[in-house]
């Protein structure tokens, strides 16, 4: 059964960039799928439209069984099922690390304080930042705010994450870093859409690679098929350009 399904969706900017046309695609608990493509192709726009971010022109998009545009649905149910990672982190700076993860549950869940903050040290000893509980993010490189950011959205006991780019502004010798972190998580069965310049990221992370150009999902195929042998012409032509 699929945790996440986008049915026949499209998202026109009112600039007229059409980010989606007629995409269709879902993705089984406990799956990891990464969608690859070109700059502007629309990958990000479908990633922000599964937890309402962008709402859509037409359509349907579920979560867990939740239709994300209906009226009747609230987003912040969305949201708690679907945590979302950003390639810019977002972790509030006045705030400790402890602090940034705290704050959701708290104010979003009324979560119990104590737990959270005993579920708050497991995560961050887990991504062996246990030392780091304390820091702020200033004090902090990209990779450990990443996984900080990860962690963030995994306190809120999610049934899916959501990641979009989150190793694009990180230097090359610390993408390994969050790349084990989020390994781990697949291994763990955590379902994941992972938005991703990194050819090696999504070889090693996903259990299906999904193909965009110009707001349509060209091809969808496990990894190991996709980069050996693309069917479409367009894919091939997009992976005879990159260097991995």
Known sequence: MSLISLEHVSKTYPNGHKALDDVSVSVAAGEVLAIIGPSGCGKS?????VNGLEPVDSGQILVNGRDVASKQTKLKDVRSDVGMVFQSY???PHLTVMDNLLLAPKVVKGADLAEARSRALAL???VGLAEKADARPR???GGQKQRVAIVRALMMHPKALLLDEITASL????????LDVVVGLARDGMTMIVVTHE???????????A????????EIAPPEEFFAAPTSERAQRFLDQLVF
């Open 45 to 49: 726009t479908l990633l922000r439209t």
């Open 90 to 92: 977002d972790l509030f």
């Open 124 to 126: 961050l000893e887990r």
């Open 139 to 141: 004090e902090l490189s």
């Open 171 to 178: 230097d090359p010798e610390i993408v390994r870093e969050v």
């Open 199 to 209: 050819m090696g990221f999504a070889r090693a992370v996903a259990d299906r690679v």
């Open 211 to 218: 193909f965009m150009d110009a707001g349509h999902i060209v």
